[in-house]
């Protein structure tokens, strides 16, 4: 066994790192490059160092070494990591498996080399033609809903500004997604500022429709959360219903995201924005309960 094919696990983890980095540094985007193409063409490659099991451990361990890193880093959080995980490593099988099918004959050892370093170029080469063909992102609208023991304009009241918002947070929030502790609202008026505060950031909105007990309607104008290289949100809009001397309160989010493939990524991002949703809600409805000593 060659010195290549034995620290193969710590090629992979550097190859897998320069392309983040790329990535970090916006040299490339957040496409089907980079998440298929990439991991699959690095398992390609490790593929050629040896053809047994010590290949797998070597894509495992590299794998972990690199999200590692990551962490370490800060250079993402712990739910980005779990989120993208999945698709990396069933892609660098993949390219394995691929390897492992079509080269019958072992390269050299200058070949593999050059083999191990050929994932860089691909990602380098391919991104630019992918991002020309790219349409524009779609805006994506996700809506949550609860009933509360209150009037609407009850409801208004509370929800237009909240002190704190402190329920216990589902897992996502648990995770590490951002979880508000705060909303602030400068005037009852349109064209007020609303401002979510988060422990890593804010995010702020600008009223456009304000009827109490009937609708809060904002547009998204500046946020400064994880995620926002790749993810844009664009409105929210709580509206409110009477059903017998009750009130539904739906919360609806509107986003666009860069993110590809938009099969794998869009119902991860719905699920993390409905997990906020369920949040900001049941704090709601925990405020409502205290504040009425109920």
Request: glycine share 6%; with cysteine; proline share 4%.
């Amino acid at each position: 066994m060659t010195n290549l094919s034995k620290y193969s696990w710590l090629t992979s983890a550097i190859v897998l790192i320069i392309g983040f980095l790329f990535l970090h540094f916006r040299v490339i985007e957040y496409g089907v490059t980079f998440f298929m193409i990439f991991p699959a063409a690095v398992g390609f490659a490790i593929g050629t160092h040896d053809s047994n099991k010590r290949v797998i451990y070597s894509l495992i361990f590299g794998l972990l070494i690199f999200f590692g890193f990551l962490l370490a880093g800060a250079l993402e959080g712990i739910v980005c990591v779990l989120m993208a995980s999945p698709i990396f490593f069933v892609m660098m099988f993949v390219g394995y498996k691929f390897q492992q099918s079509v080269v019958k004959k072992e390269p050299k050892d200058s070949q593999k080399l050059l083999i191990s370093l050929a994932p860089i170029l691909l990602l380098l080469i391919l991104d630019p033609i992918e991002q020309m063909l790219q349409p524009e992102p779609k805006i994506v609208t996700i809506e949550n809903s609860i009933v509360l023991d209150y009037s609407p304009e009850i409801v208004f009241d509370e929800v237009k500004q909240m002190d704190k918002l402190d329920a216990e947070k589902p897992i996502g929030l648990w995770l590490g997604l951002p979880s508000p502790y705060r909303c602030e609202l400068e005037a009852d008026t349109v064209g007020a500022k609303r401002n979510c505060l988060f422990e890593n950031g804010k995010i702020i909105a600008e009223i456009t429709k304000y009827e109490k007990g009937r609708i809060l309607e904002m547009d998204v104008i500046d946020y400064s959360l994880t995620g926002r290289d790749w993810f844009e949100f664009v409105d929210a809009t709580y509206t409110f219903e009477s059903i017998n001397e009750k009130t539904k309160i739906t919360r609806t989010s509107s986003y666009k995201s860069i993110l590809h493939p938009r099969a794998y990524w869009q119902p991860l991002e719905n699920w993390g924005i409905e997990q906020e949703h369920v949040f900001v809600l049941n704090s709601l409805k925990k405020n409502l309960k205290e504040k009425y000593h109920e």
